[in-house]
């Protein structure tokens, strides 16, 4: 069973920065693509960012140059860094993780992450 555990939200103002965390319980050394969704009030859930085992990262365009993930193979960890945040980067941020190979998706319950002054 592959769990996914998400740390580092909060409550925030604006422009300030965030970091968030997602620890797995198994290796993600060859995990392929770990990458962070967030869901806003009222909205879709959407991909923020992506990162594959070989390096290469994908953001969402609205978010590249503010947000940066890495992955700590040997931590087993994926963090999200967050710069200049707005109110409207308000949401629940989710870790995800994904080999294709695998028809399953993988998700953690969340955290919080509130920009308001």
């Known amino acids: 069973q592959v769990r996914l555990v998400e740390s580092g939200g909060g409550t925030v103002q604006p422009g300030e920065s965030l970091i968030l965390s997602c620890t797995a319980s198994i290796s993600i050394f060859n995990v392929e693509v770990m990458a962070w969704y967030r869901q806003g009030p009222g909205n879709r859930r959407e991909l923020v960012a992506a990162m594959t085992n070989e390096g290469s990262r994908d953001y969402a365009d609205p978010l590249m140059g503010r947000f940066t993930i890495f992955r700590d193979n040997a931590r087993r960890t994926v963090y999200l860094r967050m710069n200049s945040l707005k109110p409207e980067d308000t949401a629940v941020y989710y870790c995800?993780?994904?080999?294709?190979?695998?028809?399953?998706?993988?998700w953690g319950q969340g955290t919080l992450v509130t920009v308001s002054s």
């Open positions: 995800n993780l994904k080999n294709y190979s695998d028809p399953r998706d993988y």
